[in-house]
């Protein structure tokens, strides 16, 4: 069976001015299906540099990153963008909801990009929203909300489309403990019953804790740990 | 379509911003309906104006007055094929604000030279031509004072005074006229010139100004020069010129409404794409991240181009129906009130269609930039930010 996600010798270099910044220096990494893994490191190490790359948000410098064997490097930015839509959920630090939906509307928005009756759109919302527990939140714009019922709506919003992949940007780094406890067990739900492979950025030991694996990076590379690192 | 909820819950971040970007867009429409009206009124009287028809006025002022000997004198120059004449009577009918011009004139032959003009009923011009009190009016002006036929019309002379020395006219109404079913731009009241002729104390036997018609109209400017050259050396000289010309130089004293009308909405467009672009701009900077967001959950940069570009067509669209709305309720009591000065005007859904058209194209026009740089936002530099 292939891999959840694969990388093969990614590099990611930005330029600053004249300056050559080498933020990934080749990256090999193998997850499998199903796995719920946490990227740990200290500031500036590239974490978000590689989620983004394996979210397919952006295209690495050099090397390859497959995803359920699907080789994201020889993708154009429109099928990229398709792909994203039907494949991988994404959870920020500051949730990143649209302030003027309500928290339904938030979560039905990648379902504008399917061919879904509005019936059946407003039906997968309301149980996305219902798998987060918010069921009752569900006409509240986000302003409305606590971060922790933001986030939760994030997540929502995420897993709505059903993808196999959640990739996760420090998802509890602006809540505090106890809300944060709640969502990391919210994420190892996803992650135990409904199958969902999930990396995991995270600065917090004790939410790294909650996941199967931890990876550590280091100035652009992955260093160390109980990861399948190649 | 599915995105139009999106486009249209952004319009709403800021409501009061967006309510008062509307507003203006809207205010700047209803001008603009209200002055393509008013100047389309100008346009429309000068297009009816036959161009075989020439008008001889007093050379030195409108105002002074034509001895009636010229008629038989104009008529004998080749060419001139038809002559009438109207009389400036000023007079009041019951308030001065009524306001409408009132001319004695010949009837048969003011209508033998006004071809364009439909008498009803059958017998009107008969009894108009044979009974000496007897009145016909603009179809508008029976509508708007609800006259009908055999209502006795008193007016009172402002200028004139009466043979017995009183200022009261009555007249019999006998018919109504329009131009295909269509009230004219400066609605008249006609009635019998020798009946005046005959009541007047003074100003017997003039006419305020003498209408051709020719039978050889591509010699119109030489015979304007003939019937000028004719009077030159009278006590009475005369100007001639088309009706085109003469209905031009009439309305370029109340102003050049089409140019000026341009001038005011390009300066009101102009400011409108400003301001209006500013907003966009900055409420463009707000969202960066949110488009970002957008773009992360699979929306394509086409996609949020369309979006954010909608999002100014639609702020200036439905600026634009408040104020063609507005229009249609404030145009027909603006039109009354103003109908002494500009003839009456109608606010028309071809109107209403090229304001909806410049709302589109400014639209766009405020849309585009952000437009494009929403559509070049990058996540991954968005996500930053
Ligand atoms: N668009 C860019 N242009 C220039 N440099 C960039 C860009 N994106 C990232 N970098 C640099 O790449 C390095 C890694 O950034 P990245 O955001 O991946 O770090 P991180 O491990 O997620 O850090 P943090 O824990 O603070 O979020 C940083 O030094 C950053 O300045
Ligand atoms: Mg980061």
Redesign the interface.
């Known amino acids: 069976m292939v891999a959840a996600v694969a990388c093969e010798k990614v590099e990611k270099q930005y330029t600053k001015g004249k300056e050559i910044v080498e933020v990934l220096a080749g990256i090999d990494l193998s997850i499998e299906h199903g796995e719920f893994l946490a990227l740990m490191g200290p500031s500036g190490s590239g974490k978000t540099?590689l989620l983004?790359l394996i979210?397919g948000?952006?295209q690495p410098s050099a090397g390859s990153i497959f995803v359920s064997g699907k080789n994201l490097t020889e993708m154009k930015?429109?099928a990229l963008?398709?792909?994203?839509?039907?494949n991988v959920g994404?959870v920020?630090q500051f949730y990143?909801l649209?302030?003027?939906?309500t928290a339904q509307?938030n979560v039905e928005?990648?379902l504008?990009?399917t061919n879904l009756s509005r019936k059946q759109r407003q039906k997968n919302a309301a149980t996305a929203l219902e798998i987060v527990g918010l069921q009752d939140r569900a006409k509240h714009k986000p302003s409305e909300l606590s971060g922790g019922q933001q986030q939760r709506v994030a997540i929502a919003?995420a897993i709505v489309a059903d993808p196999s992949l959640l990739v996760c940007d420090e998802p509890t780094g602006d809540l505090d403990r106890e809300t944060a406890d709640q969502i990391l067990g919210l994420l190892q739900t996803l992650n135990k019953d409904h199958g969902k492979t999930i990396i995991m950025v995270t600065h917090d030991p004790r939410a790294a804790d909650r996941a199967e694996h931890i990876l550590y990076m280091d100035k652009g590379k992955l260093v160390s740990g109980s990861g399948v690192a190649v | 379509m599915?995105?139009f909820?999106?486009v249209w819950?952004?319009l709403?971040?800021k409501p009061t911003r967006t309510i008062l970007t509307l507003l203006s867009v809207a205010i700047a429409f209803l001008l603009f309906i209200l002055l393509r009206s008013i100047s389309a009124a100008f346009d429309s009287g000068l297009d009816v104006s036959a161009t075989e028809r020439l008008v001889v006025v007093a050379k030195y002022s409108q105002i002074d007055r034509l001895p009636f000997s010229q008629k038989q004198q104009i008529l004998s120059i080749e060419g001139v094929d038809g002559i009438t004449h109207t009389t400036w009577f000023g007079g009041i009918y019951q308030e001065p604000k009524n306001f409408f011009a009132k001319f004695p004139v010949d009837p048969l032959s003011y209508f033998d030279l006004h071809p364009e003009l439909t008498l009803v009923p059958s017998n009107a011009l008969q009894r108009f031509s044979q009974e000496r009190t007897a009145a016909v009016v603009d179809i508008g002006l029976a509508e708007e004072y609800g006259w009908s036929i055999g209502d006795v019309i008193p007016i009172i002379s402002d200028i004139y005074l009466r043979n017995d020395g009183s200022r009261a006219w009555e007249f019999e109404l006998v018919g109504t006229f329009s131009e295909n079913g269509e009230s004219q731009n400066f609605p008249l009241f006609l009635f019998h010139y020798e009946y005046f002729n005959e009541s007047v104390a003074f100003g017997r036997d003039q006419v305020s100004n003498w209408q051709l018609r020719l039978n050889q109209p591509d010699r119109a400017d030489e015979i304007a020069q003939l019937v000028d050259a004719l009077f030159e050396n009278s006590p009475d000289p005369t100007k001639t010129a088309s009706e085109d010309e003469f209905n031009r130089q009439f309305a370029r004293q109340l102003g050049d409404m089409g140019f000026i009308t341009t001038m005011i909405m390009s300066a009101v467009f102009f400011t409108i794409v400003l301001l209006t672009g500013n907003t966009m701009a900055q409420a463009l900077r707000e969202r960066i991240?949110?488009l970002?967001?957008?773009?992360?959950?699979?929306?394509?940069?086409?996609t949020i181009f369309l979006v954010v570009l909608g999002e100014a067509v639609l702020l200036c669209v439905v600026g634009a129906l408040l104020g063609i709305a507005g229009g249609f309720v404030i145009g027909p009591g603006l039109s009354a009130g103003l109908s002494g000065v500009f003839g009456s005007f109608e606010v028309v859904p071809v109107t209403a269609l090229e304001a909806l058209v410049c709302s589109l194209v400014i639209g766009v026009v405020i849309g585009l930039a952000p437009a494009i740089s929403a559509q070049r936002l990058?996540?991954?530099d968005a996500?930053r930010s």
């Open positions: 540099t983004n979210g948000l952006d930015a429109k963008a398709k792909w994203r839509s039907e994404f920020f990143n649209l302030p003027v939906l509307r928005l990648p504008l990009l919003r | 599915k995105l909820g999106l819950a952004n709403f971040r991240p949110e970002a967001v957008l773009k992360t959950l699979g929306f394509t940069d086409q990058t996540i991954v996500l």
